[in-house]
């Protein structure tokens, strides 16, 4: 039985590159075009690699790997058990780390592992009677969509105040100031999704 870790041949290159790829991609919410313009390698090459259609030379994975945060091993590995295990992650709620404001009325939970800069994150966010949670701007590109699960909030952006009900949503620009405010009698649950853009790496 061969070695999952052996050099693979000629051919299989560029399905090995294809797998790695696009699952390294798509695992950090990159599109084609924004990982052509991060890399510095085109659109169209990126297409061929994940199509199998062509096998980079050194320079042009060295350039990609730099922009997925990865080693060039990552793109090449022939190993097909640990792609499997990678391409799926257990958070669970007992283990998380739990941040807390210094009130200690507003607390978050990471859904997304913390290992390596990712350009989407996946957050719970619990605020008790009356709290606030104070925003400060984020780099320009930044988007901020919340989900309201439970109670009522008030969201600021930019000066102007957003009242959300349960299940209601809003998506704004974080580049400026923001807030999310507890208006309810009770506990507010959100989730809140950040899409970094590209200067906030």
């Given at each position: 039985?061969?070695?999952?870790?052996?050099?693979?041949?000629?051919?299989?290159?560029?399905?090995?590159?294809?797998?790695?790829?696009?699952?390294?991609?798509?695992?950090?919410?990159?599109?084609?075009?924004?990982?052509?313009?991060?890399?510095?390698?085109?659109?169209?090459?990126?297409?061929?690699?994940?199509?199998?259609?062509?096998?980079?030379?050194?320079?042009?994975?060295?350039?990609?790997?730099?922009?997925?945060?990865?080693?060039?091993?990552?793109?090449?590995?022939?190993?097909?058990?640990?792609?499997?295990?990678?391409?799926?992650?257990?958070?669970?709620q007992a283990q998380a780390k739990i941040l807390s404001t210094a009130d200690g009325l507003v607390l978050t939970r990471p859904l997304f592992p913390g290992d390596g800069d990712r350009r989407v994150e996946f957050r719970e966010m619990l605020l008790h009677p009356q709290a606030t949670e104070d925003r400060t701007p984020h780099p320009a590109g930044t988007v901020e969509h919340l989900v309201v699960a439970m109670g009522r909030v008030e969201v600021t952006v930019g000066g102007a105040r957003h009242r959300l009900e349960r299940r209601d949503a809003i998506l704004f620009d974080a580049d400026v100031p923001h807030a999310v405010r507890n208006v309810g009698d009770g506990d507010a649950l959100l989730y809140l999704v950040l899409s970094h853009g590209e200067s906030d790496r």
């Open positions: 039985m061969a070695n999952d870790l052996e050099p693979a041949d000629d051919e299989a290159i560029p399905l090995i590159l294809d797998r790695n790829l696009r699952r390294l991609r798509t695992r950090q919410g990159l599109s084609l075009e924004r990982l052509a313009r991060v890399s510095g390698v085109s659109r169209a090459m990126l297409g061929q690699i994940e199509l199998g259609r062509s096998a980079p030379t050194i320079t042009l994975l060295w350039k990609i790997a730099r922009a997925l945060d990865v080693s060039i091993a990552a793109l090449t590995s022939t190993s097909t058990s640990t792609s499997a295990q990678d391409s799926v992650v257990v958070l669970r």
